[in-house]
């Protein structure tokens, strides 16, 4: 069984070997331990519906979910977690036009963006309460600033 699994079930122009890139610098980075398996699929707007109103009870489409598996959690600074089955994330391209206008992120920056969010919430953190958000929000920023750098790329987070 691969350990990354990065598919494109839609037309959108993503780059999947850069995805697969980033999700492998994100769990180095993050003290995930190498054996442990992720999914990224990229789906259309009828079967991200389904998916959002059928686990979130929720109408209609959304840009990202996430779903865990084994519950991993974000090791201590400096420690590397179990091998582990991280979960599922699945991305909506055709549902990002206004938001990637609004960031001013291209399709690819937007993936990327959405890819690591999916990594933090399979990881148990959230965003509800204003301290897990700025937990959260700013772990995503290291990691995407990081990336780019590491890959002297430009890119807005």
Known sequence: MPHREVLNETGAAVDLRSIDALIEHHL???GIH???V???TFIDTDRMTTL???WMQEPGPTDVLSFPIDELTLPAAGEISGPGILGDIVICPEFLGPQMLESGRTLQQESEFLVTHGILHLLGMDHQEPADHARMFALQDTLLSDWLTSNNREGTN
């Open 28 to 30: 180095v980075a993050l």
């Open 38 to 40: 992720i999914a990224v």
């Open 52 to 54: 959002h109103e059928d």
């Open 34 to 36: 190498p054996d442990s």
